[in-house]
């Protein structure tokens, strides 16, 4: 009998940490975001770069300066696009978004990431995509939720909501749109990644135009729940056996 408790034990583990969880939030892997790169920056400038990503156990690491010695509303946008062309660099210098798996947000409602931002002062940040061949003739959706500010030290789980996020392309200038009612082909994603940014210089002596941010997936709610369910289970076995 009490084989036979140990082997339901096993089973139960096995099965909550192996079934996969269903999930219509789409986070990006730690491969793909050790892969991302400088595809945007405003304003335009010299001063501004990416340093070389750093790949972490669960996600990477970004590092750059953000409009060194300049002043104002400042920003970086690092990611990936359908070419894989960096900023100001040469065609297929990077991966592309097919290379990635990056083409397609089709069946997703939500695009989240967790964002720690590991500078001494706060920086804002936001998701993006941009949705639309134009080869094709189709039109250049570019997508974002709202800009959020993160503590030094901070983190959390940002997030582009679907049926709520704003627009600029076609006829819309920065509206709030739930996107579904828009036509995009999801199918058809051509840039996708995070911004950073702020009023720069930063900090109490105003000399601080280095970013510092960690980025990692967020962990699917249906794991964690069938995991709970497996302890549980584990535990009514344990019950009976006593």
């Known amino acids: 009998m009490k084989n036979l408790g140990k082997l339901l034990i096993v089973t139960a583990v096995v099965a909550c940490v192996s079934i996969p969880a269903f999930s219509t939030t789409f986070s990006l892997n730690p491969s793909q975001l ?16 990416l340093f070389p990503v750093q790949a972490l156990a ?29 900023y100001g660099g040469a065609q297929f210098d990077n991966p592309t978004l097919s290379a990635l798996g990056l083409s397609s947000l089709s069946g997703f409602d939500k695009f989240s990431e967790v964002i ?46 679907f049926s709520n996020a704003q627009v600029y392309g076609g006829a819309y200038s920065g ?37 510092e941010t960690k980025v990692s997936p967020v962990p699917e709610p249906a794991t964690l729940l069938l995991l709970g369910f497996g302890l549980l289970a584990v535990g009514l076995v344990l019950r009976k056996q006593q």
Do not use: C, R
């Not at 892969?35 to 001063?47: G, K, L």
């Not at 840039?191 to 210089?201: E, T």
């Open 58 to 86: 669960n996600g990477a690491k970004y590092k750059g300066d953000i409009n060194m010695n300049g002043s104002g509303w400042s920003q970086i946008q690092i990611g990936a696009n359908f070419w894989g062309q960096p």
């Open 175 to 211: 509206d709030w749109k739930d996107l579904n009612t828009i036509g995009f082909n999801w199918d058809h994603i051509s840039s996708i990644g995070l911004n950073i940014g702020a009023d720069v210089p930063l900090g109490a002596d105003k000399e601080d135009y280095t970013f």
């Open 116 to 161: 720690e931002n590991q500078n001494e002062n706060a920086w804002k940040y936001n998701l993006f995509f941009n949705v639309g061949y134009t080869d094709w003739g189709e039109t250049n959706y570019y997508v974002q939720n709202t800009w959020t500010e993160i503590a030094a030290g901070g983190s959390q789980v940002m997030t582009l909501d």
């Open 34 to 49: 050790q892969s991302f790169y400088e595809v945007y920056e405003n304003p335009a400038s010299s001063n501004t770069n």
